[in-house]
């Protein structure tokens, strides 16, 4: 076992697997003070985690208090089992994870002091060079008790997971899988399928890509992560994943035959729902209400950005939510300010003296 620093009486933790999320939960933890140890599998990723600073320790630590499994999902049960049988190990410890199934992990784990967990957060970027401390600021992260969950076991893990700046949601394993496969499992699969669509289109007519703006690179954004953790996700959440995507090939169909009878209105109709839910998906900060969404019309040059979002610190807004929207029609686009609906006038009336258009809406 190596060690970086002794860990004293700081509280203590265990990562196992140490890439983007179990890297970001370690420089969260020691961020927060915690003694942080790590396990991986990849010695090289380890050497490197422990080098950069991202944890204390290379090698269990049988004093851990609790333990985040970071694994590909085929391999937690097997690890959360591993984990509790350790000779030695604390009596108390907590075990999580944060797979993106949870149910039938859940089934084959089968212990009061492991929780199923799922941090909705993560990065187009690849292994630890993505991690952040910040990862889970305002995001959701899923927690799945079942009734056989040690209570003591599930409240100091629900602490943990505030602490780290997380919103927790309660759920059973079988409702995580099913919400979930609708709007990140499905998402992430018609991503890489349009992307690799593109691409072929792109071998007859080299222009394609070349058009590719605004509106493809945010649906196709995700296609950029990791593909290692798919094919187990695609496996143990086979049933809704299944049943979401024939749902969207349904949805598809109705929409191309719309297209193809020219029924514009039902087109519109469609659009325009999709539009106001869109704007009204719940912003990634824990207070999502009395907000209010600004849309400035802005040119593609250096340091628009800052100029405006410099407006918002000058007069001490807070800015919850940001977006850039950009257009295939020329080197413009939008940029999308989500702030306090009481401070969006104010911010408005500065953005407007420099000259550029803003409109602001409440958020419903």
């Not at 942080?36 to 851990?64: P, S, Y």
């Not at 212990?111 to 187009?124: K, Y």
Request: proline residues 5%; negative net charge; contains cysteine.
């Amino acid at each position: 076992m190596t060690s970086r620093a002794d860990g004293g009486a700081r509280p203590r933790a265990l990562v196992v697997g140490t890439g983007l999320i179990g890297g970001s939960i370690a420089l969260s933890l020691r961020q927060r003070g915690w003694h942080v140890a790590g396990l991986d599998a990849d010695a090289d990723a380890l050497a490197e985690a422990l080098d950069t600073g991202v944890i204390d320790q290379a090698g269990d630590d049988l004093e851990a208090q609790i333990v985040f499994i970071a694994t590909p999902a085929a391999a937690v049960a097997e690890e959360v089992g591993r984990i509790l049988a350790t000779p030695g190990r604390r009596h108390d410890t907590v075990v999580t994870d944060v797979s993106g199934v949870k149910t039938a992990i859940v089934d084959a784990a089968d212990h009061p002091r492991f929780i199923g967990g799922h941090p909705m957060a993560g990065s187009e970027q690849i292994g630890l060079c993505g991690a952040a401390p910040d990862l889970f600021e305002g995001a959701v992260w899923v927690l799945t008790p079942t009734s056989a969950t040690d209570l003591d076991a599930f409240d100091r893990l629900q602490g943990v997971v505030a602490e780290l700046g997380a919103d927790v949601l309660v759920l059973t394993p079988d409702d995580h899988d099913r919400l979930v496969a609708v709007v990140s499992h499905v998402p992430h699969l018609v991503a890489a399928t349009l992307m690799n669509a593109a691409t072929v289109g792109a071998e007859q007519n080299a222009a394609l890509l070349r058009l590719a703006a605004g509106g493809f690179r945010d649906m196709t954004r995700v296609a950029a992560g990791h593909p290692g953790i798919w094919p187990d996700i695609c496996s143990e959440n086979a049933g809704p994943i299944v049943e979401a995507l024939e749902a969207l090939l349904a949805e598809l169909t109705v929409m191309r035959d719309r297209v193809a009878g020219n029924d514009r209105a039902a087109i519109f109709g469609v659009l325009q729902r999709a539009s106001h839910a869109r704007r009204n998906l719940p912003a990634r900060i824990v207070r999502p209400d009395n907000l209010s969404e600004l849309r400035i019309p802005v040119p593609d040059r250096h340091g628009v950005l800052a100029e405006i979002t410099s407006l918002a610190a000058d007069g001490g807004i807070s800015i919850y939510d940001i977006e850039i929207a950009h257009s295939a029609e020329g080197p413009r686009g939008v940029l999308i300010l989500v702030v306090d609906t009481a401070e969006a006038e104010l911010l408005r009336d500065a953005i407007e003296a420099r000259g550029y258009h803003c409109r602001a809406e409440k958020l419903s």
